[in-house]
Structures are given as structure tokens and as C-alpha cells.
């Protein structure tokens, strides 16, 4: 069992920055890939950001690439999104995922993933 919690979501204006992070306690964290996804309104929970129990493999959604960045540190069990130049369109829930197997192509899809947080919201305000 691996457990989840995200913190560090809010109410900001455009343009400006948010850490989350995702504390996971359980299963041995660092032999997890690590993902966030989003889910706003209305809309299907959606893929942002994966990275590997190394931190060597990082894959981003485009629409947040070059603005949003994930890291982990193993050594505290802890997972990050820093998010900056945040848009309207980043309003969502957003949670973070954990997966105890290979995830290839398949780090996009939500049901790759095993266990996940309750969630975080970001509110981006114009």
C-alpha cells in the first residue's frame, strides 16, 4: 500500500506560481514512477506530468511544458509540481498518482497508475 497527500493548492492570478507536493508514505517510495493529473470541471481527470523512481525519465503534458516542473526527493518521500506563469486553464483539482509497475507509453492514462492522492485544488483567477 503506498498512501498520498497532496498539498500546497490555492487561489492565485494569473501569472502567478504554486508549488505542490505529494507526500507518500507505505511501499518503498523510490521504487514508484510518480505522475500528477488534473481534473477540472465538467472534463475527464487529464494527464500533466510523470517522472521516473530516478527522477531520469520526465514527461509533460505540451500545454504545460516549459511552464510547470516535477521533481521528487526520495529521501523524503516527496513529490513536487513546481507550476509558474499559471493560466485560467490551469484551474483544476489536481492529483497525484503512484505506480508500482512499468508505465512505458502507458504514463498518460490514468488507470496506469495504482494509488493516488485525494486531490489539491488550483484556482487561477484572470
Known amino acids: 500500500q503506498v498512501q498520498l497527500v497532496e498539498s500546497g493548492g490555492g487561489l492565485v492570478q494569473a501569472g502567478d506560481s504554486l508549488r505542490l507536493s505529494c507526500a507518500a508514505s507505505?511501499?518503498?517510495?523510490?521504487?514508484?514512477?510518480m505522475g500528477w493529473f488534473r481534473q477540472a470541471p465538467g472534463k475527464e481527470r487529464e494527464f500533466v506530468a510523470s517522472?521516473?523512481?530516478?527522477?531520469?525519465?520526465?514527461y509533460y503534458v505540451d500545454r504545460v511544458n516549459g511552464r510547470f516542473t516535477i521533481s521528487r526527493d526520495n529521501a523524503k518521500n516527496t513529490m513536487y509540481l513546481q507550476m509558474n506563469s499559471l493560466k485560467p486553464e490551469d484551474t483544476a483539482v489536481y492529483y497525484c498518482?503512484?505506480?508500482?509497475?512499468?508505465?512505458?507509453?502507458?504514463?498518460?492514462?490514468?488507470?496506469?497508475?495504482?494509488?493516488w492522492g485525494q486531490g489539491t485544488q488550483v484556482t487561477v483567477s484572470s
Open positions: 498518482a503512484a505506480s508500482l509497475g512499468r508505465v512505458g507509453s502507458g504514463r498518460v492514462r490514468p488507470e496506469t497508475y495504482d494509488y
Open positions: 507505505g511501499r518503498t517510495f523510490s521504487s514508484t514512477t
Open positions: 517522472i521516473s523512481w530516478s527522477g531520469g525519465s520526465i
